[in-house]
C-alpha cells in the first residue's frame, strides 16, 4: 500500500482559510482526512504541506509513527515551528483517518475503545460568529449577559468568552472593572450550573494576568485561559499559584517538549494542545500520556473547520483526561454543507456520543468546498490607545 498524493483544500470561512489536506493511496476509494488550518498562514502551511510530500509520496500509509518520525526529524529542521508543525499535524491526522478505514473502526478504537459514552461540547459566546466572539467589549457587560443567555437557550451547558480587554502591561482598575463586570453579567444570566470560561488571548502582562486572576475568583470560572505570554512558562505558573481556579493553556505550544515544560512548572490545570498545530493525534496522544501522571485535564483547542472537530472528538473518546471538546456553530452559515458528519450534536445538552463510521466518521463535500475559495482572511489587529501594539 502506497501513498500517490498528497492535496490540499482551502475553503475560506471569514477569520480561517480552512485547509483540509486529503492523502491519496493506490487502493481504489481509500484516502484519509486532515486539516491544518493556520490563521493568516495559509500560503505558508500549504508550502510546507508540498515540501513534507517529497518525503511521504510512495510510502506506506499505515507506518504513521515511521512517517511521524520522518516528517518530524528529516530534512534536518525539526518540525516543532508552528507552521511544519502544523502541516505535519494535518498529515497526521489524515493518515489515522486512512488506517481507521483499513481497518474497518472509528479512531478511538485503534486507541484502545471508547474510555466515555458521550463528549461535552462548548461554545464561544455568538457560537463562534466573529463579531459577537471578538469584537463584543467588555466594556458592554449587559451584552455579554443576554449572549449567555442565548448560549444556554441553545442547549450549552458551558461556554467561552473574551471577557479581559487588551490591556497594556500595567494598568489601572479600569480594565478589571471591565472584566468583572461580564463575568458577574454572565453568570446572573446564565445561573449557578453552567460553567464559564474566560479566554485572555494571552494580552495581559504576569502581573496583570494574576490581577484579572483574583478579581474573578469569585465566579467560580470552570478555567481561566492564556493569562499572559506562554513564552515564558513561570509566568503562567505564577498565575496559577496565585488563585484557586484552574488555569488553561497551550494552543500556541507545539510539540511534546513544550508541554513537558509546563508539566515540570505545574503551570496549570488544563492543557489545550490543538490536534492541527501540536504535530497530530500522534502527538497529542504523547502529550495525553504525560498529562495524564500529572494529573491535568485536556481540552483540545478548536475553533477550526469540521476534520480538526472530529479529530478532538476521536481523541477525546479515547483520552481519558479529556474533559470538554471547543466547538463553534456560527462562524459561517454554510458551515455543514462542506462536510457530512457521522455523530450528531444532541440539542439538549450538546453532547456527542461515540460514531461507529470508520476513521474520523466524516467525508468533505469537495464540490461545496470549491465555492469558498482563497480570500486574505480578516485582519485582528490590536493597538493600545497611545498606538503602541497590542495583542489580539
Ligand atoms: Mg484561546
Not at 127 to 136: I, N, P, R
Not at 359 to 380: A, N, R, T, Y
Request: hydrophobic share 40%; proline share 6%; charged share 20%.
Amino acid at each position: 500500500m502506497k501513498i500517490t498524493g498528497i492535496e490540499t483544500l482551502v475553503c475560506h470561512a471569514r477569520m480561517r482559510n480552512w485547509v483540509f489536506v486529503k492523502i491519496l493511496t493506490d487502493q481504489d476509494g481509500l484516502w484519509g482526512w486532515g486539516e491544518a488550518t493556520l490563521e493568516w498562514h495559509t500560503r505558508s502551511v500549504i508550502g510546507a504541506i508540498e515540501d513534507l510530500s517529497t518525503l511521504l509520496i510512495g510510502e506506506d500509509p499505515r507506518r504513521i509513527e515511521h512517517l511521524w518520525q520522518i516528517m518530524y526529524r528529516q530534512h534536518f529542521w525539526h518540525g516543532n515551528g508552528i507552521v511544519r508543525a502544523t502541516a505535519i499535524s494535518g498529515i497526521d491526522i489524515a493518515l489515522w483517518d486512512i488506517l481507521g478505514k483499513i481497518h474497518g473502526v472509528p479512531c478511538f478504537e485503534l486507541w484502545g475503545g471508547p474510555v466515555r459514552d458521550y463528549i461535552r461540547t462548548y461554545c464561544h459566546l455568538g457560537g463562534g460568529k466573529m463579531e459577537l466572539f471578538y469584537e463584543t467589549h467588555p466594556k458592554d457587560a449587559k451584552r455579554f449577559g443576554e449572549l449567555a443567555l442565548q448560549a444556554v437557550e441553545d442547549g450549552f451547558t458551558a461556554f467561552k468568552s473574551m471577557a479581559v480587554p487588551p490591556t497594556m502591561p500595567i494598568e489601572g482598575l479600569t480594565p478589571i472593572h471591565y472584566a468583572e463586570a461580564c463575568v458577574s453579567a454572565m453568570r446572573e444570566s446564565a445561573g449557578p450550573e453552567i460553567d464559564i470560561m474566560v479566554d485572555c488571548h494571552a494580552r495581559p502582562s504576569p502581573r496583570m494576568g494574576i490581577r484579572f486572576a483574583r478579581a474573578l475568583e469569585p465566579y467560580g470560572l470552570y478555567f481561566f485561559e492564556e493569562p499572559c505570554w506562554p513564552e515564558t512558562m513561570a509566568d503562567i505558573a505564577a498565575v496559577q499559584n496565585a488563585v484557586s481556579t484552574p488555569i488553561a493553556t497551550g494552543e500556541r505550544l507545539v510539540s511534546q517538549h513544550h508541554f513537558r515544560e509546563l508539566f515540570e512548572l505545574r503551570a496549570c490545570s488544563v492543557i489545550q494542545p490543538d490536534i492541527t498545530h501540536c504535530g497530530g493525534l500522534s502527538e497529542a496522544r504523547r502529550i495525553a500520556a504525560m498529562a495524564e501522571s500529572y494529573r491535568i485535564a485536556i481540552a483540545p483547542h478548536n475553533p477550526q473547520g469540521p476534520v480538526s472537530t472530529a479529530a478532538s472528538l476521536a481523541f477525546g473518546f479515547a483520552t481519558p483526561s479529556y474533559i470538554i471538546c471547543e466547538a463553534v456553530h456560527a462562524d459561517v452559515p454554510w458551515r455543514y454543507d462542506v462536510v457530512s458528519e457521522s455523530y450528531t450534536v444532541e440539542k439538549n445538552g450538546r453532547t456527542v456520543k461515540p460514531w461507529h463510521t470508520p476513521g474520523l466518521g466524516i467525508e468533505i463535500i469537495e464540490s461545496e468546498v470549491s465555492k469558498h475559495p482563497f480570500e486574505q482572511e480578516v485582519l485582528q489587529r490590536v493597538f493600545y490607545p497611545d498606538g503602541s501594539v497590542g495583542d489580539w
